[in-house]
């Protein structure tokens, strides 16, 4: 399981409902069934991965955030999961409406726009920038909506969702020192991890610990 | 075609249930045999057992060798020790689905307290019907609850019929190439194979057993007719392509030689034989009722249309399994299906499995099926805490 994953199930309660909306290979689930006594759920993508995750005993089913949340029912699970995945579903502000609406809590990861290399390189050279988490042809990438962890940020005050918790993470999905400052983890964060809890009370800066 | 003898009915283990079994329609069957095999040994707990539902013209012979035809079982390739459904494991139960031919009551049964035999007279039987006498047999084997339900094509919804009918009877239901409800190209497909019978001579109004004979020409083109809508183009294509067929007798024969009319393609050929060793092993009058039995099926009717309500609250696993070529029971409806049961927030796995071999791969080599079929139940098992 990747860091990243790991920083997510601690994020999980135990013994939770848990749907992991592009599960892979199945990694998070499984350890979430194993290790924390969840019902654990995945939905996929590739066929691939679904065949090889149901094969191993997994309960994931062929589907994609933008077409099969809409058909889950209000508060079917705990938590909703869509890791590094965001950037490149159709309409990402309605797939995180549809994760809170069907989940208590929703996880989300994603590649961080705003970092430091992303804004120099498109500075310098004036081309789309390449680098190691950014690494397809604009013409290529499935990262049709690209955002920065303030644009994030933006979007849930704007939906008024409250941010529990949240983290700047490297590429290899260690967590990275920039708690302190969301300016400075927009800056220097690659991925950022976001806990958010369907509106119900307090504004971003006052729920959220870090900020 | 020549004229082919009344079917052997042969003698099947069987289970009699005297109380018999009320009916969907509101008859009363007066007595009800249920022919069966299993295979594996129920373990002491009774938790290991397995309902295998088969399909249309399958029958109870999952695993081993049929006693007409004195071919293998139809899937033994998944049922049996050390496959997918492994009989050192699981208990594996099949039952002869009611109105079939195999032993289980059904037209050619004799009616209660006389010398004839229900033929057209039967009465209109459902997959419930079914699946409801199934029951009575798993009770009798000492059976309180099911680990699984697995079936395939009609199967398949005798596997969900079981889930919707005793939700708290069994672990999981594994649906293959099926549907919640029988479509109307479906109906329609069924209403040709039954026209072909209805126009054989030697239908006889459905008592050609009193004439010593079966309607085997209109059997077999419905027959024949339903085994394309098993397959698929592409796979057509792949087996026969527009071979033409040479006089085995003659190597030499040109093409021409072979009658205006005769089997000239492979692929006619290929029918032909399909139909003609069906009717040997099927009886017309339970082709009827059984077409007709799929015709009435459709969860969600019992709920205004609305599918997921027949799924409510339900705490069975389920793993949904559909095949890319599969043009009968297509992907789109196995994801209407799996939408209905995310509705239901019941806990689903769906893979749709990508082959050319049409509707009949869930009996075919398919390694991703098996895997699935392995992978599925074990995870059941690990989950329920089974050894």
């Known amino acids: ?211 | 075609m020549n004229s082919t003898a009344p079917l052997d009915v042969g003698d099947h283990q069987h289970a009699t249930f005297a109380e018999g079994l009320d009916l969907e329609c509101g008859v009363h069957l007066p007595s009800l045999d249920v022919a069966y095999r299993t295979y594996g040994q129920l373990s002491p707990r009774r938790d290991n057992a397995i309902v295998v539902c088969h399909a249309f013209t399958g029958d109870q012979y999952v695993a081993d060798t049929h006693p007409l035809t004195g071919k293998p079982g139809w899937w033994g390739r998944m049922v049996g020790p050390g496959r997918p459904i492994d009989t050192n494991r699981f208990f594996v139960i099949c039952t002869n689905v009611l109105g079939g031919c195999m032993g289980s009551t059904g037209p050619r049964s004799l009616k209660p307290g006389s010398t004839e035999r229900w033929g057209t007279d039967f009465p209109p039987i459902t997959v419930r019907d079914m699946v409801r006498a199934q029951y009575k047999l798993v009770c009798s084997l000492g059976v309180e609850r099911l680990f699984a339900v697995v079936g395939g094509s009609m199967g398949g919804m005798q596997a969900l019929e079981w889930a919707v009918t005793y939700p708290r009877m069994m672990l999981a239901v594994m649906p293959i190439a099926t549907a919640p409800y029988h479509s109307a190209q479906n109906i329609a497909f069924n209403e040709v194979g039954r026209q072909a019978i209805f126009a054989d001579p030697d239908w006889h109004g459905g008592r050609y057993w009193e004439q010593n004979i079966v309607p085997a020409r209109g059997l077999a083109v419905a027959r024949m007719m339903a085994h394309i809508t098993y397959l698929s183009e592409e796979a057509l294509t792949r087996k026969f392509g527009r071979r033409v067929r040479r006089d085995p007798k003659d190597a030499q024969a040109p093409e021409a030689s072979l009658a205006m009319f005769g089997d000239v393609f492979e692929v006619e050929s290929y029918l032909r034989y399909q139909g003609s060793a069906f009717v040997r092993r099927f009886d017309a009058n339970s082709y009827l009722t059984i077409t007709r039995a799929m015709d009435w099926f459709d969860l969600a009717a019992e709920h205004d249309g609305e599918l997921p309500a027949a799924f409510a609250g339900t705490p069975v696993r389920f793993c949904v399994v559909s095949f890319s070529s599969d043009w009968l029971f297509p992907t789109s409806t196995s994801r209407y299906l799996v939408r209905a049961l995310n509705q239901a927030a019941a806990n689903v796995s769906f893979v749709e499995i990508e082959t050319d071999k049409g509707h009949d791969s869930f009996l075919l080599e398919e390694p991703d099926l098996d895997r699935t079929v392995r992978g599925f139940l074990g995870g059941v098992a690990d989950h329920a805490g089974l050894a």
């Open chain 1, 1 to 211: 399981m990747r860091l990243d994953q790991r920083l997510i199930a601690e994020m999980i309660e135990p013994g939770t409902r848990v749907l992991d909306v592009g599960s892979g290979d199945g990694a998070l689930i499984d350890h979430l069934f194993r290790l924390r006594g969840c019902d654990a759920r995945g939905i996929e993508i590739d066929m691939r991965e679904v065949t090889r995750s149901v094969a191993h005993g997994l309960p994931v089913v062929h589907g994609d955030a933008d077409h099969d949340l809409a058909h889950y029912p209000d508060d079917a699970f705990d938590y909703v999961v869509l890791q590094r995945t965001l950037q490149a579903v159709e309409r990402p502000r309605e797939v995180l409406r549809q994760m809170l609406r069907i989940g208590r809590h929703a996880i989300v990861s994603f590649p961080n726009f705003g970092h430091w290399q992303l804004r120099l390189k498109l500075l310098l050279s004036g081309r789309m920038p390449m680098t190691a988490v950014w690494h397809t042809q604009w013409y290529e990438t499935p990262n049709i909506h690209p955002c920065t962890i303030r644009d994030f940020i933006a979007l849930c005050e704007e939906e008024g969702y409250c941010v529990q918790q949240w983290m700047a993470v490297d590429e290899d999905g260690e967590r990275a020192p920039w708690r302190r400052s969301i300016r400075l983890a927009n800056l220097f964060g690659e991925q950022a991890l976001f806990l958010l809890r369907r509106e119900g009370g307090q504004r971003v800066e006052s729920c959220s610990p870090a900020s």
